[in-house]
């Protein structure tokens, strides 16, 4: 398997950067079979997804990685389990947002789609 780390972070980089950018490019990431839950609500499907994405109701985001988990998700497949955890800045807000977010990310060709998305706001 290449190096799950290595993917793991260009991911996240690729994802973060294009979410804080333009989140209707995110689309290509998700199949009908992805499924995100965003603070304890079950979506499922690309269309669903984006849909959620693009009507979070803030205009500007950027996302701070703090830290970056990566396992392979078998012993068999050469999917991986990511974890982050870090810090949102919301519409130039100085009420700076705890998070989670764990991905399943899935291989698909030569590259990875997320199968699993789960996000949770980080309070305390």
Do not use: C
């Amino acid at each position: 398997m290449s190096d799950f780390n290595a993917i793991a972070k260009q991911f996240t980089d690729f994802y973060y950067q294009t979410f804080d950018g333009d989140r209707s490019q995110l689309a290509a990431l998700y199949r009908d079979s992805s499924m995100l839950t965003w603070e304890n609500t079950p979506i499922q499907g690309t269309a669903a997804i984006m849909e959620k994405l693009q009507g979070l109701p803030f205009s500007k985001v950027v996302h701070r990685v703090l830290t970056l988990d990566a396992q392979p998700s078998g012993p068999n497949a050469a999917s991986i389990l990511v974890i982050v955890t870090g810090q949102l800045v919301v519409d130039d807000g100085s009420n700076i947002l705890q998070y989670s977010q764990m991905f399943h990310l899935v291989p698909d060709g030569g590259s990875f789609f997320v199968q699993n998305d789960v996000f949770r706001l980080v309070y305390g």
